[in-house]
């Protein structure tokens, strides 16, 4: 059997080697197609907050992230100054295959609630320690929301920023056992550190 398409002329022994052909293209251009709209790496944890000066503290989050051998991408976007950015950044979270939010603010600390309000994706609140009022405007703004849309919030600056990372971590683990085990090796640390402070008193 000859088929001509445009100018080339292919091939075929038999109508049912044509047809199984047309579905190996068709099928390799739907993958090609949705690599290129999805892009190639599975985002898992997203870290997105309201200025590049929180970055210091969220960087926190980013390293024990990384620590667990997460993959992650940040991105600042802010609740008031560019509310249509944190709209597609909610609305789109999803289909990027992201499985947990992380997202710092401080001051009138919106953006994980208005983020939480547009998702289903879970969201961890990290409240930035402010200047004028210490990061307690930050941590009421995150974590008094309304019944229906959960924010887990976590604490004020740098320590919250390191524990959103982990339970951030926490929660992959649920379904991947290799982050579950270097959770279980991060916990003896921890306790090996304290037995450390206890020899040094000695
Ligand atoms: N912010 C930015 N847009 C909305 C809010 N709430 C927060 C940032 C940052 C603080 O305002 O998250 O913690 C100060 O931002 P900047 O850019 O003035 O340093």
């Known amino acids: 059997m000859f088929v001509l398409i445009k100018t080339q002329t292919f091939a075929f022994k038999n109508e049912k080697t044509f047809v199984f052909s047309v579905f190996c293209r068709c099928f390799m251009w739907y993958i090609i197609n949705e690599f290129l709209k999805n892009g190639v790496s599975i985002l ?3 870290i997105v907050m309201g200025s590049s000066s929180d970055w210091p503290t969220m960087k926190k989050a980013k390293d024990m992230l990384d620590y667990f051998g997460i993959e992650t991408d940040v991105e600042v976007v802010s609740a008031h100054r560019t509310p249509k950015n944190m709209y597609e ?11 947990v939010i992380i997202a710092g603010a401080g001051g009138a600390a919106h953006l994980p609630g208005m983020i939480a309000s547009m998702t289903n994706v879970p969201v961890i609140g990290v409240p930035i320690q402010t200047k004028a009022l210490s990061g307690i405007d930050s941590l009421y703004s995150i974590v008094q929301m309304p019944g229906g849309v959960p924010v887990a919030t976590m604490a004020i600056g740098e320590a919250g920023a390191t524990n959103a990372g982990i339970y951030a971590a926490k ?28 020899n040094d008193l000695k």
């Open 171 to 198: 929660m992959i683990a649920i379904e991947d056992e290799s982050v579950y085990d270097k959770l279980e090796a991060y916990t003896k640390s921890l306790e090996q550190k304290v037995e450390d402070m206890q």
């Open 89 to 99: 950044f909610a609305t789109n979270a999803k289909e990027k295959g992201t499985k």
């Open 44 to 46: 898992v944890v997203s």
